[in-house]
T-cell receptor, first 112, second 113 residues
């Protein structure tokens, strides 16, 4: 069964304390893995697309990596404004139709 | 600036009432989607459309209806048949169904009163 699991569910960091969020996935015919940031009461904001194992993408304090079974979102020296829920999604087409599956997210709180 | 506009931001529905949520995009995207977000659950797909005058049911389409008469617009009607409509509704678009990164609207929070 295609699925996406994110861990931890919630994470509290001190400002400057680097850490990683995990996204484990099972999908047939991976077409891409996507990271989004969602602030409370707002729609998700697209961050990165990763297409193949070994690929990495960076944006400011965020770096996303991909293996054949999971992706990590590394947050280096986070600031309070990085507090948000981070969502992972995968797109697969192994069944002949596109399937886009979201994880339940990691709620990140960065304390000043 | 290009983007997706959802309205209203907050909506209250009485029992037995149909309500319509608006979604408009000016990104020239072919594909549009409606998702429902509940606490502790991932986004669940209600309906999607790849082209004007065509749409497909998602995983939780019961109690909902859509139309796609214009490329820019994809309204969602929550009917009285939807027994648990209180949720945060998100509209999204992408250049095509196989194109990955979605652009989302700011959402509509629907509450049953």
């Amino acid at each position: 069964e295609d699925q996406v699991t994110q861990s931890p569910e919630a994470l509290r960091l001190q400002e400057g304390e680097s850490s990683s969020l995990n996204c484990s996935y099972t999908v047939s015919g991976l077409r891409g893995l996507f990271w989004y940031r969602q602030d409370p009461g707002k729609g998700p904001e697209f961050l990165f697309t990763l297409y193949s194992a070994g690929e990495e993408k960076e944006k400011e304090r965020l770096k996303a990596t991909l293996t054949k079974k999971e992706s990590f979102l590394h947050i280096t020296a986070p600031k309070p404004e990085d507090s948000a829920t981070y969502l992972c999604a995968v797109l697969g087409d192994g069944s002949g139709t596109y399937k886009y599956i979201f994880g339940t997210g990691t709620r990140l709180k960065v304390l000043a | 600036d290009g983007g997706i506009t959802q309205s209203p931001k907050y909506l209250f529905r009485k029992e037995g009432q149909n309500v319509t949520l608006s979604c408009e995009q000016n990104l020239n995207h072919d594909a549009m989607y409606w998702y429902r977000q509940d606490p502790g659950q991932g986004l669940r797909l209600i309906y999607y459309s790849q082209i004007v005058n065509d749409f497909q049911k998602g995983d939780i389409a019961e109690g909902y209806s859509v139309s796609r008469e214009k490329k820019e617009s994809f309204p969602l009607t929550v009917t009285s048949a939807q027994k648990n409509p209180t949720a945060f509704y998100l509209c999204a678009s992408s250049p095509g169904q196989g194109a990955g990164g979605y652009t989302f609207g700011s959402g509509t929070r629907l509450t049953v009163v």
